[in-house]
């Protein structure tokens, strides 16, 4: 069936070095794909997308690259801040209007 | 622009008892989602309407959840009866039809 997974259910950082956060979709199908940040008591908050006839997005501080040949979406953080800290979720649309799939999501943690 | 509001932030109930949670989302949004989130996990659909009208319930445990959006704007989620394992956050979400979502903070449910 449909699913979103990550590898990694934890990852430690020091402070200034780069994230990287994986995740392994199933649906090769899905058009569209997000990663959200939720911190402890919020609501997810949009951090970047990426459409499927990209392979790479890049925004403030993150790039998300796409490999449609293996299903695999990363979300990479350059410098990583202490405000960084969270749970990072990816999140798959398999079409159209379809609500967004989640996956388990991904604890950062940095060191300071 | 103002983001999505939902009440109450927590609430703790016995099982068996009933609880309604209010979304009003993002003015202009058409499309409004509940999502349920189980500690540790990634957010699960639970039901999506576009304007006063459902789209997705397939998710949805229609024998204790129900969901209105009456007037296509405001959205509340009943669950009569609880049972223990609705302790979760509800999230509320909207979205344009198009591109990511914009979550609320959130309902924390507690069912003792």
């Known amino acids: 069936g449909e699913s979103v997974g990550l590898h990694l259910p934890t990852l430690s950082v020091q402070e200034g070095d780069n994230s990287i956060i994986n995740c392994a979709y199933s649906?090769?199908?899905?058009?569209?794909f997000i990663w959200y940040k939720q911190e402890s008591g919020k609501g997810p908050q949009f951090i970047i997308d990426?459409?499927?006839?990209?392979d790479k997005r890049q925004g403030q501080r993150v790039t998300v690259l796409l490999n449609k040949t293996v299903k695999h979406l990363s979300l990479q953080i350059a410098a990583t801040q202490p405000g960084d800290s969270a749970v990072y979720f990816c999140a798959e649309n398999p079409s159209g209007n379809t609500p967004l799939v989640f996956g388990k999501g991904t604890r950062l943690s940095v060191i300071a | 622009e103002a983001g999505v509001a939902q009440s109450p932030r927590y609430k703790i109930i016995e099982k068996r008892q009933s609880v309604a949670f209010w979304c009003n989302p993002i003015?202009?949004?058409?499309?409004l989602y509940w999502y349920q989130q189980i500690l540790g996990q990634g957010p699960k659909l639970l039901i999506q309407?576009?304007?006063?009208?459902?789209?997705?319930d397939s998710q949805l445990p229609k024998d204790r959840f129900s969901a209105e959006r009456l007037k296509g704007v405001d959205s509340t989620l009943k669950i009569q009866p609880a049972k223990l394992e609705d302790s979760a956050v509800y999230l509320c979400?909207?979205?344009?039809?198009?591109?990511?979502?914009?979550f609320g903070s959130g309902t924390r449910l507690t069912v003792v």
């Open positions: 003015s202009g949004h058409a499309t």
């Open positions: 309407f576009q304007n006063n009208g459902v789209v997705d």
């Open positions: 649906n090769s199908a899905s058009d569209y």
């Open positions: 990426i459409r499927s006839n990209m």
């Open positions: 979400a909207s979205s344009t039809g198009q591109g990511g979502y914009t």
